[in-house]
């Protein structure tokens, strides 16, 4: 009589999702997949009404209401209300930025911002106003057009700077400021979360411009007057007088004219090659490095 016969042997259960074949070890877990799917959200804030698709995922969002941030970053003393975004936060301080542009190899914190950045080298606008014409790399910057048309006042947090088309907007998101500011600045008695932001204010006092443009280089002393600043940009449309294609900025505009003159200004020195962007050149090297490791 072999050791394994007369005892019982437990079989796993799985449970498959009929969609995409991922599998559950219990039909709970299962059901609740499901939801991904159908895109269904039955579970809502009783606090602002948002709509979540599990539970969990709006038991988190309420930290957001009480005002506790009890996730502190150890480097700045900025406090955070969820342990997640806090780990995004130190990326700040690493200087670490992993995701790369693959056309122009510049780097982001973040990959939603590599897609959005994107946009730019295509010279596709495909937010379009739908009273005007007028078109968009960003959705955002759209839906801030629009209310040239509609007279509608942008509301804007007197704390951050950030801007919301709607005031229920800005009222749930002033919740987030709800919160212990134990820095006070001495010249102004105005008060902040922690001693960075605090440091960053009092540059206001002594004539300092921490804030620059990206787009022109232009200096602000405060990340809100910047914002307002880059809103102006976004209306901005720089215009190619051959084939009317558009782009956010005039060195971009110049970059893109080469392609109608047939200049190839930028020579590889391995093989004599010639590119019209210095990009277009940076990738063209990478392959004969490659060959020579290769070999």
């Keep these: 009589m072999s050791s394994m016969e007369g005892k019982k042997v437990k079989v796993k259960t799985q449970f498959r999702c009929e969609i ?29 009404g948002k709509l979540f698709s599990r539970q969990s995922n709006a038991n988190r969002h309420k930290v957001v209401h009480t005002g506790k941030r009890p996730y502190i970053c150890d480097i700045c003393g900025k406090s955070f209300h969820l ?31 590599v897609t959005d950045h994107k946009v730019i080298h295509s010279g596709e606008k495909p937010f379009e106003c739908d009273i005007c ?6 959705k955002k910057r759209l839906q801030r057009h629009i209310i040239v048309h509609t007279g509608e006042k942008s509301h804007q947090c007197d704390i951050c700077g950030k801007i919301f088309l709607y005031n229920n907007d800005l009222k749930i998101h002033k919740m987030l400021h709800i919160v212990e500011e134990p820095f006070k600045c001495e010249t102004c008695n105005k008060t ?5 932001d605090l440091k960053k204010h009092k540059m206001t006092h002594k004539g300092e411009k921490p804030y620059k443009c990206k787009i022109c280089g232009k200096a602000f002393s405060r990340k809100d007057r910047l914002t307002m600043h880059d809103n102006a940009h976004a209306e901005e ?21 080469i392609v109608h003159v047939s200049e190839k200004p930028y020579k590889c020195n391995i093989c004599i090659k010639s590119f ?4 277009s050149l940076k990738r063209h090297k990478m392959q004969h490095r490659k060959e020579a490791l290769a070999q």
Excluded at 29 to 43: C, D, F, I
Excluded at 192 to 196: A, G, I, K, R
Excluded at 276 to 279: G, K, M, T, Y
Aim: with cysteine; aromatic share 8%; charged share 25%.
């Design 133 to 138: 014409g007028k078109a968009y790399y960003v």
């Design 192 to 196: 902040f979360t922690n001693n960075s």
């Design 20 to 48: 995409c074949d991922r599998k559950f070890s219990r039909n709970s877990q299962l059901s609740m997949h499901r939801v991904v799917h159908t895109g269904e959200k039955p579970y809502n804030c009783d606090i602002c």
């Design 237 to 257: 449309t720089h215009q190619c007088n051959v084939c009317s294609k558009t782009f956010l900025s005039h060195s971009l505009l110049k970059d893109h004219k």
């Design 83 to 113: 342990n997640s975004i806090l780990k995004r936060h130190r990326i700040v301080h690493s200087e670490e930025k992993p995701h790369q542009c693959d056309i122009c190899g510049k780097t982001f914190l973040r990959k939603e911002s």
């Design 276 to 279: 019209s962007h210095d990009r």
